[in-house]
């Protein structure tokens, strides 16, 4: 019996991501061929910022400093800890490589990493001092020697929110510049007068940012590219439908365009989960977003097994996946697309999010697919090497001869033919 909607989301209306593609596509050319005059306009334009010096001086970080409380300071060096903690376990985790495969010839890999990284720190309706310390941290733990970081002004400020400012310092940004939006990533793509060009771009942003690294991606690498936030948790009728209700509506807060989905193989439990999400909603602050995301966007299944609900989410491949489940260890290792998992009901995602060390800076839009999300390896470079003595070029090279000579390359074939 195939999956019951108890309640299905709003089909989507996609006609205007061609404008996007086009627009952005303008400011990028813009931007390349008229470097800093150009994002100076585009941040004068679209964030009303009329600095002509984009880079946040050590004076405006000291003042960040004293703009937040010392509790939240102490909070985001908390947070900064466990994640570089994490960020450390896996750089041990990644090893160089050599070994003598046959007389003479030894293969290996070097880890290096990448010189220089842009991290994009979304800005928004409030500050989002957790990206910066997801992207920073971990680039910095690989090895980057250049992290420069970035983030549009704030309404009620003018620049970059303080809370940012001071994430992105104890992260350890190498420089700062308060921009955002497809013009940054234009600058940190391309590089102006003023900013020197990145190897790589990471992190989250809104449409416009998600277009521009899509289009510059191959001048410069990306993470991925990053849609709306998503949750999937599946839950069965030992759950806790005030947590689930919770968990869905914490990611629904994010943004209208957010999707948070359950599925459920317990129709009471189900029901009990829409019971509390609408009492909470009439008491969240953020109820208007997060209300308009979850009618548009949520969505809850019924199905008849824990099977079937793996298989749906291992279709479905969300940024967060939550198992509120009896027994969740048995299903775990079933599980194999999904941006981060949060294994049992005590494993909230909001967890992730801030505090417990994983990253949070994830694949949407079915990403998960093909690709985890930022961790310390996104900024290490796996570099194959070769150490090939006479003996050993001697053993290859008839091989090597007669594949060269296959393929119509007459040079490698002479290549190899000479070390014989």
Known sequence: ?????????????????????????????????????????????????????????????????????????????????????????????????????????????????????????????????????????????????????????????????????????????????????????????????????????????NQWVTEAKRQVSGTVGIDFLAGPSEVLVIADGTANPEFIAADLLAQSEHDPMARAILIATDENMAMKVIEALEKFLGKLETSEIASKAWENNGEILLVDSIEEAVDIANDIAPEHLELAVSSPEKIADKLINYGSLFIGNWAAEVFGDYVSGTNHILPTMKASRYTGGVWVGTFLKITSFQKITKEGAEFLAPAACRLAKLEGLSAHSLAAEVRK
């Open 1 to 205: 019996m195939p999956a019951k909607f108890i309640k299905k989301s709003v089909p989507k209306n996609f006609d205007d991501e061609a404008s996007v593609r086009q627009k952005v596509a303008e400011m990028l050319r813009q931007v390349r061929i008229n470097g800093h005059t150009a994002l100076l306009d585009f941040c004068m334009k679209f964030d009303g910022l009329e600095r002509k010096d984009l880079r946040v001086t050590e004076d405006e970080i000291r003042k960040a400093y004293d703009a937040v409380p010392t509790h939240i300071i102490e909070d985001l060096k908390f947070a900064a800890g466990r994640i570089e903690e994490f960020a450390l376990l896996q750089k041990k985790s990644i090893a160089p490589l050599e070994k003598e495969v046959s007389p003479g010839i030894i293969l290996g890999h070097r880890i290096i990493p990448v010189s220089s990284c842009g991290a994009y720190v979304p800005g928004g309706r409030y500050p989002l001092p957790s990206s910066a310390l997801m992207s920073i941290i971990p680039a910095r733990v690989a090895g980057v020697k250049r992290i420069v970081a970035c983030s549009p002004p704030s309404n009620a400020t003018g620049t970059i929110h303080p809370a940012t400012l001071v994430a992105m310092d104890i992260a350890g940004a190498s420089e700062i510049y308060c921009m955002g939006g497809a013009q940054a990533i234009a600058a940190l793509a391309y590089g102006t007068e003023e900013i020197k060009a990145v190897d790589i771009i990471v992190g989250p942003g």
